[in-house]
Each structure stands twice: as structure tokens, then as C-alpha cells.
């Protein structure tokens, strides 16, 4: 059983270059979910998907986009990256809003 | 505006002692989630609390929450080396903002 798994797990960009960053989770779970770390500053939540077809913005949605077309996948989508969208990524899923959270591995993301 | 706050921000104690985690929130909510981060690694689901007065343990921590001061305590007893991580509470917020607020996370070390 893979779990929730993310790639690439890094990337460097350089400013103004977009890039996807995939999640996909076997777990046939409907929440998923798409944070940045940053150091001293605990996650923040950038986009969440309660379904296929369903998803919403966080605290910090601007410069991303997602989709979730399947279950299985939600990728989250930078469209002109910014020196200021350095951080690491973590995607997440789980049966539902209140249960037990999966993370992946992490992307760490440089742009330069 | 919300805020998740958690302390001590830096915890170092010796093996076989206890203390206490604390994590203030500034919003209704009865969701509150702990997580445990190794360095360099992804994030591990500790506790899911969803009620007022839930209290929950595995192994040597112990989680509750008391939704009227909007407080959650993580009690470690008879701490080990192998606790040692960074560990992060989340508050679900909950609709209109729909969102998920980290606090910036208690380094802990556990000392021989």
C-alpha cells in the first residue's frame, strides 16, 4: 500500500517557470489537501479538495492552482513561480475532514 | 485574526521526566489534530481530538482538549530518547473559513 505519494521530492525553478507538483493517494480517501512549511512557521493550508470535481482555498491559495479530476489525484499547479514560493510541500489525504490525516513525503521547491 | 499558539516553541528535558505541551487557539472549534515530524520527514497523525473533554493516549503521551478555553495539552511521561521530534497541533476551523491552522510547532529533545 503506497499511501499518499508526491513528486518530484525536488525541484528547482526559476522565477517566472511553472511547474506541477503531483499527489496521488491509493487510499480511496475524498479529503485531500496541499500545504507549505516554512521554517518557524508551521504548515499553512494553500488549496483542499473534498471530492472529485470539488475543491476550495486555504489560507495562502494565491499563486497556486489545483484541480482533482479522480480521486486519486490532486496536483497542485504553480503558474509563474515566485522566489517567495520556496518552501516545502506536503500533500494529504484522509477519509474524511475529521479523521486521521496521510502525508506524503514532501517536495522541496526552490525558486531562484 | 485566527492564531494557533503553542509552547514552549523549544523543549529540552531528560529521559524518565514529564511535562506538558500546550496549544491556544483563538476560534470556536471542537477539531483539534497533534502531529509528529521527524527531521527531514513527513508528518505522522498523533491524536484526533473532536470533542469537548476528549482525552486521548498512546504509549507515554496524552492528548485533551477542553474546547471552553480553547486549549489542548500533549503530556509526556517518563519522556525517551526516541520521542524527540517536532511536534504540531492543527485546529480545524470551521465553516465559513473552512480552513486548517497550524501552530509553529515544539521542537522537543529528550536528553539521556
Known amino acids: 500500500n503506497a499511501g499518499v505519494t508526491q513528486t518530484p521530492k525536488f525541484q528547482v525553478l526559476k522565477t517566472g517557470q511553472s511547474m506541477t507538483l503531483q499527489c496521488a493517494q491509493d487510499?480511496?480517501?475524498?479529503?485531500m489537501s496541499w500545504y507549505r512549511q516554512d521554517p518557524g512557521m508551521g504548515l499553512r493550508l494553500i488549496h483542499y479538495?473534498?471530492?472529485?470535481?470539488?475543491?476550495d482555498q486555504g489560507e495562502v491559495p494565491n499563486g497556486y492552482n489545483v484541480s482533482r479530476s479522480t480521486t486519486e489525484d490532486f496536483p497542485l499547479r504553480l503558474l509563474s513561480a515566485a522566489p517567495s514560493q520556496t518552501s516545502v510541500y506536503f500533500c494529504?489525504?484522509?477519509?474524511?475532514?475529521?479523521?486521521?490525516?496521510?502525508f506524503g513525503q514532501g517536495t522541496r521547491l526552490t525558486v531562484v | 485574526e485566527l492564531k494557533v499558539e503553542q509552547n514552549p516553541l523549544f523543549l529540552s528535558m531528560q529521559e524518565g521526566k514529564n511535562y506538558t505541551i500546550y496549544c491556544n487557539y483563538s476560534?470556536?472549534?471542537?477539531?483539534l489534530y497533534w502531529y509528529r515530524q521527524d527531521p527531514g520527514k513527513s508528518l505522522e497523525s498523533l491524536f484526533v481530538?473532536?470533542?469537548?473533554?476528549a482525552v486521548k493516549q498512546e504509549g507515554r503521551l496524552m492528548a485533551s482538549l477542553d474546547t471552553k478555553a480553547r486549549l489542548s495539552t500533549l503530556h509526556i511521561t517518563a519522556a525517551v530518547h526516541d520521542l524527540s521530534a517536532t511536534y504540531f497541533c492543527?485546529?480545524?476551523?470551521?465553516?465559513?473559513?473552512?480552513?486548517?491552522?497550524f501552530g509553529a510547532g515544539t521542537r522537543l529533545t529528550v536528553k539521556p
Open positions: 494529504a489525504s484522509s477519509y474524511g475532514r475529521t479523521t486521521e490525516a496521510f
Open positions: 487510499m480511496n480517501h475524498e479529503y
Open positions: 479538495s473534498v471530492g472529485a470535481g470539488i475543491t
Open positions: 476560534t470556536t472549534s471542537d477539531r
Open positions: 481530538l473532536l470533542s469537548n473533554g
Open positions: 492543527a485546529v480545524d476551523i470551521l465553516p465559513p473559513n473552512n480552513d486548517m491552522r
